[in-house]
């Protein structure tokens, strides 16, 4: 499940207070004769994000291009400023799940920053650690954690540690560790960055959803139910009376609330959830964004889980669809083993086989080869394996399981 940039949330609580004033700035800076190009720049610059943050991609796109080009004529290719433009529409690619687009932008972005800025300027964190966010999203994790801390020493130095920008970061390594299994870090980041957003901010702002929505998600990962469900509502409660009822942010929260409810088996209060989830995503980010893909999958589960298959498959295969689009990630290797699960208990056993074995290595490239995700796949191949009488092979398969397992058992001992 998708992480959102989380100064997008407090962007969006006074979006509508200032979105007809920027609108009023850019047609006064149109019409005004004389030099007023940056002005006119910024005001779409800014305009642009409040309608990213309201997720109103179509309308905020043309005003980055706007904005992009008045900047590059003024000053050049490599003005800082048009870094500035370059790194906030490559969050609006991100956001739309264009991720090819988006590095080549963050990329850009950063070079520029790293040859007009100083080595411990603000900025260059913020493209430091939004690249890192962006391939966390995209699966391609390997360069993520030294991208975070890099991020995190100029945050620290230039900002100092109590910055709201440095527990934004924070925020993101945590989730990084926690899908690498790494929950007892995780769990440290995570408390820090909500101390720091609720000292900055106060306990119901909504640069807050986000980090409580994540760390609800450590804690249901490690089966603390009780805790992340009160991190869930308190989310719920803030997004909904910041943002509006159906934020894509919300969806997040949703999709994860029912999945503990569907794990405690509640399934008829889970469903509504995941359907409300799934209305939102397609709604606000187009039938073919990864994360209706997640929540496809997420329902998929839920008809899976009650032995629904019919209904389950069609979801599965549509969301494996969606993500046969994008750079393969840690939705694509779920996608896969449900529906080699799905395959395996109906006895298609050579389908169940070939699906299996494209999950691994997806599983492997996004979260390492000692993940817990992995473990349990394995033990699902294995059980495959046995029902193929194919004892040499399921006996591998779950001895590797075994040895993930005793990994992370002793990680959690250092």
């Known amino acids: 499940m998708k992480s959102p940039t989380l100064w997008l949330t407090a962007f969006l609580a006074h979006a509508c207070r200032c979105g007809p004033w920027l609108k009023r700035a850019v047609a006064i800076w149109e019409t005004t004769p004389g030099t007023h190009g940056r002005d006119l720049a910024v005001s779409l610059n800014n305009l642009a994000g409040i309608y990213r943050a309201q997720a109103r991609y179509a309308e905020a796109e043309p005003l980055y291009r706007r904005a992009l080009a008045i900047h590059e004529e003024i000053g050049g ?21 264009k991720y090819s687009t988006a590095r080549e932008l963050h990329l850009r972005a950063l070079a520029i920053r790293q040859a007009a800025l100083p080595a411990g300027h603000p900025d260059l964190a913020t493209s430091l650690n939004n690249l890192a966010d ?33 527990g934004d970061t924070l925020g993101n390594l945590a989730l990084l560790y926690k899908n690498q299994g790494r929950f007892a870090e995780a769990d440290r980041l995570y408390r820090r960055a909500v101390s720091i957003l609720e000292d900055n901010f106060g306990p119901d702002h909504p640069r807050l959803v986000v980090v409580l929505n994540n760390l ?39 999709n994860n609330l029912a999945a503990l409810y569907e794990a405690q088996h509640h399934l008829g209060k889970a469903e509504p ?36 298959y019919a209904e389950a498959e069609p979801l599965f295969r549509r969301a494996l669809e969606i993500m046969e ?16 699960e799905l395959c395996r208990v109906q006895g298609r056993f050579d389908e169940a086989e070939q699906l299996y074995k494209r999950t691994f290595p997806v599983l492997e490239a996004n979260a390492g080869p000692n993940n817990l995700r992995l473990a349990r796949g394995l033990d699902n191949y294995a059980l495959l394996m046995k029902q193929k009488r194919e004892y040499a092979e399921a006996e591998q398969a779950a001895a590797r399981a075994m040895g993930i397992r005793v990994k992370n058992a002793l990680r959690k001992t250092e």
Do not use: W
């Open 325 to 340: 689009t994008q750079p393969a990630m840690g939705t694509t290797a779920s996608i896969l083993g449900n529906l080699a």
């Open 77 to 97: 290719p490599n003005d800082p400023n048009v870094a500035t433009v370059l790194n906030n529409l490559a969050l609006l690619n991100k956001d739309q799940g």
């Open 273 to 308: 959830l995941y359907r409300r989830a799934l209305r939102i995503d397609e709604g606000r980010l187009g039938a073919h964004h990864p994360q209706v893909a997640a929540d496809l999958n997420n329902l998929g589960a839920l008809h899976f889980a009650r032995r629904q």
């Open 216 to 254: 609800g998600q450590l804690d249901y990962t490690q089966a603390k139910y009780r805790e992340a469900e009160s991190l869930y509502r308190r989310a719920l409660a803030i997004g909904e009376k910041a943002l509006g009822p159906d934020h894509p942010h919300l969806a997040s929260v949703l």
């Open 134 to 166: 962006l391939d966390q999203a995209s699966g391609n994790t390997a360069e993520c954690e030294a991208l975070y801390r890099r991020a995190l020493a100029i945050r620290e130095k230039a900002l100092g540690p109590a910055h709201p920008q440095y």
